[in-house]
């Protein structure tokens, strides 16, 4: 009887240590595993991770910037959200450099105002800034914490965005495309030249010109793309949904001709447009008002009033589109 109980026991002994041998090695082995994928470096977006088209031009933010220009701490707002911004000389960009003055002004501070109002009104939105120029909003906007997609395709308005992301650290919330949305990807196009206002030109849609791409150096030859072709990157960052800034002097149509699948992906309930220059495009302005009507937006001024498609002429200089029966933007 007792060597039944020691046999018994030496059993229940040898069956515990296999138990336990099994276990200890599994969880080194998840352990090992774990470890492996928490240090291995993730890929750069700049290396095609995300099956881009290959005509989409991702900026590499960790690479130094080789240029030279002034670079300014920007005006608090809302008493607390303040970042840094990259200026060209006043006398060639009097418009948008030319409103920064010290620590007491910005460019458009009352439209970069309402928009961190609504992004903090609506925390799970990011932004998407369409012709961001020199980077006015998206740079407050990443200041406020938020992902930004911000796509420009002059390089000097680019060169000063990568810097203020360096100075403000917050490469990691930031993507910089540099190419021009348009009905066409992979095209070259021509950007105007205005002496006075260097961040602000027109893409020359008109001229069916091509130029060879091979070592092309001139920042007014501009590389196109759908503005779809960017949905991997908004699919890759987990981006549900988003708030849209346009202002790309007259092209504002080639966005939404050319993004269906990113607004039937993502949530965006509110896009702020500028309306001056398009509204002179009266095959422009019907694809517009065609895409958001069938969309079931709203033509609205900032102060949330209706506008009357059928004066779009008449409409203010910048406006918003707000889709139908969302609350807390106006």
Same mark, same amino acid.
């Given at each position: 009887m007792i060597n039944c109980k020691i046999v018994l026991l030496f059993l229940i002994s040898l069956i515990l240590g296999i138990f336990i041998g099994h276990f200890m090695i599994h969880e080194e082995v998840s352990y090992n595993l774990n470890y492996v994928a928490l240090t291995t470096p993730k890929k750069d977006l700049t290396e095609n991770l995300f099956q881009l088209s290959p005509n989409v031009q991702i900026i590499n933010l960790?690479?130094?910037?080789? #240029?030279s220009f002034k670079c300014m701490k920007t005006k608090t707002l809302l008493n607390y959200i303040t970042t840094n911004i990259c200026l060209y000389e006043a006398s060639k960009d009097i418009f948008v450099s030319g409103s920064f003055r010290d620590k007491n002004s910005i460019w458009e501070e009352g439209g970069v105002t309402h928009m961190l109002q609504l992004l903090i009104r609506h925390p799970h939105l990011d932004f998407i800034d369409i012709g961001a120029n020199i980077g006015t909003y998206t740079m407050y906007v990443a200041a406020l914490g938020r992902f930004v997609l911000a796509i420009d395709c002059f390089g000097p308005n680019l060169d000063r965005i990568h810097r203020a992301v360096q100075l403000t650290n917050v #490469?990691?919330?930031?993507?910089?495309?540099k190419n021009a949305i348009f009905s066409r990807s992979g095209n070259f196009l021509r950007l105007s030249n205005v002496a006075t206002n260097v961040g602000g030109q027109e893409l020359d849609a008109s001229k069916n010109e091509t130029y060879n791409q091979s070592g092309i150096i001139d920042p007014y030859i501009v590389k196109t793309i759908k503005f779809d072709d960017l949905v991997p990157i908004l699919i890759s960052r987990g981006i549900r949904g988003a708030i849209i800034k346009m202002d790309i002097e007259g092209s504002e149509s080639f966005v939404v001709e050319s993004g269906s699948q990113i607004f039937d992906l993502l949530e965006i309930p509110y896009v702020q447009m500028e309306w001056m220059k398009v509204r002179i495009f009266p095959a422009r302005v019907k694809l517009i008002l065609d895409f958001f009507a069938k969309r079931n937006y709203d033509p609205m001024t900032f102060s949330c009033q209706l506008l009357n498609s059928a004066q779009n002429l008449t409409w203010p200089g910048d406006m918003c589109w707000i889709k139908r029966n969302v609350?807390?933007?106006c």
């Open positions: 960790n690479e130094p910037v080789n #240029a #490469a990691n919330r930031v993507v910089l495309i609350s807390n933007f």
